[in-house]
């Protein structure tokens, strides 16, 4: 009962280097989320999917691009890390129905030096 | 637009003391609400939610009453511990948004002590 898994937990970047963080879940969720979250911020929502094949852009897309080739995982990639992309992100996934709370993965916590 | 307005953190309190944690919002549909709960290092914990106005969202001691007359969402516990502390989230989705997508308030950080 894993629910939802992110890798890895820690990285640290040079600026314009990339990579993917990685998102997997096992509950079927058709809904899954990329936030990131800065110190007195809140969660800022990146990209989400509401299906395999659907993405679309929210709050603060620059500088990520995502894919959903299946519904259970949901990778971001960071092309060009700069150093305003330190931060902690969270993957998340639901299913249907505004009664569903979402499952939130541990998180990446990402230093771009 | 969808908003989330919480108090100022952090909030530091005795143990057994009453937590209230204030929330408001701002949402073009009727949304739900809910709380998370983040303990250090770790990623965001459903704690309660409430889908209607006066609907009460319950769990683990704290509840929070869904007011759409003043747009509230306050979070309370009766006798806090120092396991609660955490850093708590109000949160809203508004179903007409599509996505299903989740618009945060900015945390407020709580600290029980001895």
């Known amino acids: 009962n894993a629910g939802v898994t992110q890798t890895p937990k820690f990285r640290i970047l040079k600026i314009g280097q990339s990579m993917t963080l990685q998102c997997t879940q096992d509950m079927n969720h058709n809904y899954m989320y990329w936030y990131r979250q800065d110190p007195g911020m809140g969660l800022k929502l990146i990209y989400y999917s509401v299906g395999a094949g659907i993405t679309d852009k929210g709050e603060v897309p620059n500088g990520y691009n995502v894919s959903r080739s299946t519904t259970e995982d949901f990778p971001l990639r960071l092309e060009l890390a700069a150093p305003s992309q330190t931060s902690v992100y969270f993957c998340?996934?639901?299913?249907?129905?505004?009664?569903?709370?979402?499952?939130f993965g541990s998180g990446t916590r990402l230093t771009v030096v | 637009g969808n908003s989330v307005t919480q108090m100022e953190g952090p909030v530091t309190l005795s143990e057994e003391a009453f937590l209230t944690i204030n929330c408001t919002y701002t949402?073009?549909?009727?949304?739900?609400l809910f709380w998370y709960v983040q303990y250090p290092g770790e990623g965001l914990q459903l704690l309660l939610k409430a889908t209607k106005a006066d609907d009460k969202g319950s769990n683990k001691g704290f509840e929070a009453t869904y007011r759409k007359e003043t747009t509230s969402f306050h979070l309370e516990k009766g006798s806090v511990q120092v396991s609660d502390s955490a850093v708590y989230f109000c949160?809203?989705?508004?179903?007409?948004?599509?996505?299903?997508?989740?618009?945060f308030g900015t945390g407020t950080q709580l600290k029980v002590e001895l």
């Open positions: 949160a809203l989705r508004d179903g007409t948004g599509g996505g299903n997508k989740l618009t």
């Open positions: 949402a073009t549909g009727y949304p739900s």
């Open positions: 998340a996934s639901t299913s249907a129905g505004a009664n569903y709370g979402y499952t």
